[in-house]
């Protein structure tokens, strides 16, 4: 049973920076997607930023976060990044850490795995 922790996020003022934090266990095999989804009061889940736990050189992002977030992953202590620079007001939401066996989807439904979320807030 795979088992997610999220952490890092905060309050920030716009055009700053935060890095979230999941930590991952008992997953017993690489090839797993791993990947940040949000989701704003009202709003449905969208993902934001995937990657493969055996592809470390190649991330997927969505468009309204291309340039600004970066994902990666420590292997030794299986640990998803989400570095979020020059934030802005509409990045607020609770952001997800999630995990499915196999390819990445953007679609939240495939994801089997999911952390208990993280508060992102960001003021104008």
């Known amino acids: 049973q795979v088992q997610l922790v999220e952490s890092g996020g905060g309050s920030v003022q716009a055009g700053g920076s935060l890095r979230l934090s999941c930590t991952a266990s008992?997953?017993?095999?690489?090839?797993?997607?791993m990947g940040w989804f949000r989701q704003a009061p009202g709003k449905e889940r969208e993902g934001v930023a995937l990657?493969?736990?055996?592809?470390?050189?190649?991330?997927y992002y969505t468009n309204d976060v291309k340039g600004r977030f970066t994902i990666s992953r420590d292997s030794a202590t299986n640990t998803l990044y989400l570095q979020m620079n020059s934030l802005k007001v509409e990045d607020s939401a609770m952001y997800f850490c999630?995990?499915?066996?196999?390819?990445?989807?953007?679609?939240?439904?495939?994801?089997?795995?999911w952390g208990q979320g993280t508060q992102v807030t960001v003021s104008s």
């Open positions: 999630a995990a499915r066996g196999g390819r990445c989807w953007w679609a939240p439904s495939h994801y089997d795995y």
């Open positions: 008992g997953y017993t095999y690489m090839g797993y997607c």
């Open positions: 990657m493969r736990t055996d592809e470390p050189n190649n991330a």
